[in-house]
Every structure is written in structure tokens, then in C-alpha cells.
């Protein structure tokens, strides 16, 4: 086995490195046991990873290529995806997450991996449940496993977790990263079964920072509590370099820390020097690509989603048409959801529907006229026949009861109207926006920046 072309030795690490575990911790997502209906084919983890290269992620983390056939092809194939992207956008490292055993070790190190992510559990119920071993057996057991590895591969970048870091007293933690510390690039305090609090992990950051000050720290979060991503934000805030993420958040029950989540949060909380080289645009893009693989829409939960720019009240929409400043407060644009939606429904106002009616489907309408429409519409939009939208119903009436007849706009023009929401003599405002109709039938505003 020969070093490959770049090791970690050389790599100057940014202020938070991303370690995607999409495709391991990802792959058990219940989600993805839906009856294979959600399976993840070869060419999906090629695009998944590509996809994480582009937006700026450094470090991998696959299953060992010994959990299955498909497993060993597919971390090949993700090798070579890699490969293909160095020129671009440099060196990214292919991490195994591999028990502290050799069968484990020897099928990551002929794949080819750049590091091994080692863990095995150091809490009461794993040690009595799980492998049977005491702290000091399972700590010889890892040490001796690790000496070799370290001694054979140099350029291997290593990393050791206790499993259930956090039901594993401090004391015990210590007991055994006191000994493997020497040897490891990082050391992994996993919540395993998400029980812990910001506050929590925050000291426990403090604590092993200071035990081991110069030894990188590793997080990963399980989203029981749904605390997966303050927990993670409290980490990297409290100097915790590395992150397990996934997409969406996708991982055992109901998953771990989503990789736009942290990236969001901690850019509106101006951490920036955590945000080195990561597209942040690419964000929203990288949740579709998720989500459009799993067959689904990206889930309301994700906190970069289209949901958090789309509005159904009447109250909400007519203050957002004005400006969307009024109920969207964080800066979804920048991370890629360029569009807020105004929901045409059956709690749509007045204001709303003279907007949609007067500058998207250019009725000439008057106020008292739209306010109008607006009683008769709401008797009527609860009996909507199947298959007919509000927008559908909103236009009929308008025609058929109003006799009112829509401007006839050139083509080219047709559904692009440009509007200007500020005031034009305020340099700084310039908040163009762009209105359509979506395939809802709901009203899209775009910013045009
Ligand atoms: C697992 C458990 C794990 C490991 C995390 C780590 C966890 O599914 O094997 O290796 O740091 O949550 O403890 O994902
Ligand atoms: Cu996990």
C-alpha cells in the first residue's frame, strides 16, 4: 500500500469541517427501508457526493467496504467521483467507519481509504449489551488494534469515538481516550441515542478540549430531543472543529444534525470564520437533490426549505407582497430559496386577491370590485370541484360574475411582472421583485438582485 497523493499532514483545516455522513449514518434512515422504494443507487451516492464536493465539503465518511458487495463497489465508485473533482476542487478525504476490528480495517485500507473513523461503545448499557467488554479490555483491545494501524499506514488520518459518548460518564471517557488520545488525529464524542443539551455539550467540549489540547474534537448528534442542531451549534461554537452532518438530516431514527441547518444557523448567528470555503448558495440545492432521491418534497422541518418563504394567511400575504421582510426574517436568498410563494387558499384576503388578479392576470380591477370577489369566492372556494385551484376559481369568477376581461399582454411579457416594491429615489432599496404564477396557482415573488 502506497500514501496517496495528498495526506492529511497536508491540509490546513478551515474552522469547521464538514463530515458528511450521509452515506453511512444516512443509508440507516428508516426512510431508506421503505420496501427498497428509496434505495440508493450507485450513481445516486456518485451525484450525492459530487454534489457535497461542489458545495465545498473536504471529508466523506462511507460505511467499511466489508458490510456488503454493494458497500465495496460503491466506495470504488465514490473514489473515483472524487478523483474525477481533485483538479477542480482539491484533495477530498474518503473516511471508513469501521469497528475496532481488523477485518474492518484491512477492507478500508484496500480500498483505498484516506482515514479510519473507529468506534466502539464505552457506556454501561453498550458494555453490558453490546460487546461484553470492560472499559479496560475494550481500551487494550482498541490501543493495540490502532498501534499497528498507525505503525503500518502513517498517512492514515485517525479518529476514535466512544459510542454513547454522552451516557458515558467523564470519568470513564477519560479512562480510555487518556490512552488512545496519543495516537488519533481526532477523537469523537457521539451522542448516540440524542440525549444530551447545548449546555451539556458545551462542557463536555470544554472538558476535552482541556484535557486534550491539541487533539481535534468530532461531533455528532442524534436528533431525539429534536436538539441535533443547537447541539451541534453549541459545539462548534464552544471549539469543536469537526461535524458530522448529513442531508436533511438523514441518519438512525429520527436522524442527526442536517449539514444546511448548521451551515444556516451559524451564518445568522455571524459566525463567520466557521463558514470558510462552503457554497452557501448551493445549500436549498443540495436539500432538493436529497429529497428529489428519497421521492419526496424537502421536508418543512429543514430549516432551508421553500416552506419557511411560503405564506397563506391573507394577513401574511398581503404584508409579504409589500415587503417580505415583514414575516421572513433570515437571509433564505443567500442560501438558495430565491422565491417566496403567496398561497391563493381558502384564507386568502382581499389584497391578495386584487394583486393576483390585477398584476398577474392583468384584470383591470378595482379595489372595491377585488373586495367583492373576495365574499364570493370565499362561499365558493370550501366546493372547489377536484382538480380546479383557487386561482382557477378566483379568474372564473372575475369573468363570469364581474364580466371583467384580462389586459391582453404581449407573450414575451406574459407572467414576468416587474414590479418595484421600494421606494425608486432610495439607492439601497432596489428590492425588484418579479411576480409569476406558480404551479399551485399560488403567486411567486423573486427578488431581482
Ligand atoms: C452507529 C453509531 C454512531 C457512531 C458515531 C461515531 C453513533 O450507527 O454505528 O462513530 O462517531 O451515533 O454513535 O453513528
Ligand atoms: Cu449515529
Given at each position: 500500500?502506497?500514501?496517496?497523493?495528498?495526506?492529511?499532514?497536508?491540509?490546513?483545516?478551515r474552522?469547521?469541517?464538514?463530515?458528511?455522513?450521509?452515506?453511512?449514518?444516512?443509508?440507516q434512515?428508516p426512510?431508506?427501508?421503505?420496501?427498497?422504494?428509496?434505495?440508493?443507487?450507485?450513481?445516486?451516492?456518485q451525484?450525492?457526493?459530487?454534489?457535497?464536493?461542489?458545495?465545498?465539503?473536504?471529508?466523506?465518511?462511507?460505511?467499511?467496504?466489508?458490510?456488503?458487495?454493494?458497500?465495496?463497489?460503491?466506495?470504488?465508485?465514490?473514489?473515483?467521483?472524487?478523483?474525477?473533482?481533485?483538479?477542480?476542487?482539491?484533495?477530498?478525504f474518503?473516511?471508513?467507519?469501521?469497528?475496532?476490528?481488523?477485518?474492518?480495517?484491512?477492507?478500508?485500507?484496500?480500498?483505498?481509504?484516506?482515514?479510519l473513523?473507529?468506534?466502539?461503545?464505552?457506556?454501561?448499557?453498550?458494555?453490558?449489551?453490546?460487546?461484553?467488554?470492560?472499559?479496560?479490555?475494550?481500551?487494550?483491545?482498541?490501543?493495540t488494534?490502532?498501534?499497528?494501524?498507525?505503525?503500518?499506514?502513517?498517512?492514515?488520518?485517525?479518529?476514535?469515538s466512544?459510542?454513547?459518548?454522552?451516557?458515558t460518564?467523564?470519568?470513564?471517557?477519560?479512562?480510555?481516550?487518556?490512552?488512545?488520545?496519543?495516537?488519533v488525529?481526532?477523537?469523537?464524542?457521539?451522542?448516540?441515542?440524542?440525549?444530551?443539551?447545548?449546555?451539556?455539550?458545551?462542557?463536555?467540549?470544554?472538558?476535552?478540549?482541556?484535557?486534550?489540547?491539541?487533539?481535534?474534537?468530532?461531533?455528532?448528534?442524534?436528533n431525539?430531543?429534536?436538539?441535533?442542531?443547537?447541539?451541534?451549534?453549541?459545539?462548534?461554537?464552544?471549539?469543536?472543529?469537526?461535524?458530522?452532518?448529513?442531508?436533511?438530516?438523514?441518519?438512525?431514527?429520527?436522524?442527526?444534525?442536517?449539514?444546511?441547518?448548521?451551515?444556516?444557523n451559524?451564518?445568522?448567528?455571524?459566525?463567520?470564520?466557521?463558514?470558510?470555503?462552503?457554497?452557501?448558495?448551493?445549500?436549498?440545492?443540495?436539500?432538493?437533490?436529497?429529497?428529489d432521491?428519497?421521492?419526496m418534497?424537502v421536508?418543512?422541518?429543514?430549516?432551508?426549505c421553500?416552506?419557511?418563504?411560503?405564506?397563506?394567511?391573507?394577513?401574511?400575504?398581503?404584508?409579504?407582497?409589500n415587503?417580505?421582510?415583514?414575516?421572513?426574517?433570515h437571509p433564505?436568498?443567500?442560501?438558495?430559496?430565491?422565491?417566496?410563494?403567496?398561497?391563493?387558499?381558502?384564507?386568502?384576503?382581499?389584497?391578495?386577491?386584487?394583486?393576483?388578479?390585477?398584476?398577474?392576470?392583468?384584470?383591470?380591477?378595482?379595489?372595491?370590485?377585488?373586495?367583492?370577489?373576495?365574499?364570493?369566492?370565499?362561499?365558493q372556494?370550501?366546493?372547489?370541484?377536484p382538480?380546479?385551484a383557487?386561482?382557477?376559481l378566483?379568474?372564473?369568477?372575475?369573468?363570469?360574475?364581474?364580466?371583467l376581461?384580462?389586459?391582453?399582454?404581449?407573450?414575451?411579457?406574459?407572467?414576468?411582472?416587474?414590479?418595484?416594491m421600494?421606494?425608486?429615489?432610495?439607492e439601497?432599496?432596489?428590492?425588484?421583485q418579479?411576480?409569476?404564477?406558480?404551479?399551485?396557482?399560488?403567486?411567486?415573488?423573486?427578488?431581482?438582485?
Amino acid at each position: 500500500m502506497t500514501p496517496p497523493p495528498f495526506t492529511f499532514a497536508q491540509y490546513q483545516p478551515r474552522g469547521l469541517e464538514i463530515i458528511d455522513v450521509t452515506l453511512r449514518e444516512g443509508q440507516q434512515s428508516p426512510l431508506l427501508h421503505d420496501h427498497f422504494k428509496y434505495f440508493l443507487t450507485t450513481q445516486d451516492k456518485q451525484e450525492i457526493v459530487r454534489a457535497l464536493i461542489l458545495y465545498g465539503v473536504k471529508f466523506v465518511e462511507m460505511f467499511a467496504p466489508l458490510v456488503s458487495p454493494r458497500e465495496s463497489e460503491d466506495f470504488a465508485a465514490v473514489r473515483q467521483t472524487r478523483d474525477e473533482l481533485i483538479t477542480q476542487k482539491g484533495y477530498t478525504f474518503l473516511l471508513a467507519h469501521v469497528r475496532t476490528h481488523p477485518d474492518d480495517v484491512e477492507s478500508a485500507i484496500r480500498a483505498g481509504a484516506d482515514g479510519l473513523s473507529f468506534f466502539i461503545g464505552t457506556s454501561d448499557s453498550s458494555i453490558r449489551h453490546k460487546h461484553g467488554l470492560g472499559l479496560g479490555e475494550l481500551t487494550v483491545r482498541a490501543r493495540t488494534l490502532i498501534e499497528q494501524v498507525k505503525r503500518d499506514y502513517p498517512w492514515l488520518i485517525l479518529r476514535f469515538s466512544g459510542e454513547d459518548a454522552f451516557r458515558t460518564s467523564e470519568a470513564d471517557l477519560f479512562r480510555v481516550y487518556d490512552e488512545i488520545a496519543p495516537l488519533v488525529d481526532r477523537l469523537g464524542t457521539p451522542d448516540t441515542v440524542g440525549v444530551a443539551t447545548p449546555d451539556w455539550v458545551q462542557s463536555r467540549v470544554k472538558a476535552l478540549r482541556s484535557r486534550y489540547p491539541t487533539i481535534d474534537l468530532e461531533g455528532h448528534f442524534h436528533n431525539d430531543r429534536g436538539f441535533s442542531t443547537v447541539n451541534a451549534l453549541a459545539a462548534v461554537k464552544a471549539g469543536m472543529r469537526f461535524m458530522n452532518t448529513s442531508l436533511l438530516g438523514l441518519g438512525e431514527r429520527s436522524g442527526i444534525t442536517s449539514m444546511t441547518a448548521l451551515i444556516y444557523n451559524l451564518y445568522i448567528d455571524k459566525a463567520y470564520e466557521n463558514l470558510d470555503g462552503y457554497h452557501l448558495r448551493g445549500s436549498y440545492p443540495m436539500n432538493v437533490l436529497m429529497a428529489d432521491k428519497l421521492k419526496m418534497l424537502v421536508p418543512s422541518t429543514e430549516p432551508v426549505c421553500l416552506t419557511n418563504r411560503t405564506h397563506a394567511a391573507g394577513v401574511h400575504g398581503k404584508a409579504v407582497i409589500n415587503n417580505t421582510e415583514t414575516y421572513e426574517a433570515h437571509p433564505l436568498d443567500q442560501f438558495g430559496v430565491t422565491e417566496s410563494e403567496v398561497l391563493l387558499g381558502p384564507l386568502t384576503g382581499w389584497n391578495v386577491i386584487h394583486y393576483f388578479l390585477h398584476e398577474i392576470c392583468g384584470f383591470d380591477v378595482d379595489d372595491a370590485t377585488a373586495k367583492a370577489i373576495a365574499v364570493t369566492y370565499k362561499t365558493q372556494v370550501y366546493h372547489l370541484a377536484p382538480g380546479v385551484a383557487p386561482s382557477g376559481l378566483l379568474i372564473a369568477i372575475a369573468e363570469n360574475e364581474y364580466g371583467l376581461r384580462a389586459k391582453k399582454v404581449p407573450e414575451e411579457f406574459r407572467n414576468q411582472v416587474v414590479q418595484r416594491m421600494t421606494d425608486p429615489d432610495d439607492e439601497d432599496a432596489g428590492a425588484e421583485q418579479v411576480s409569476q404564477v406558480s404551479h399551485s396557482g399560488g403567486i411567486i415573488l423573486r427578488s431581482k438582485r
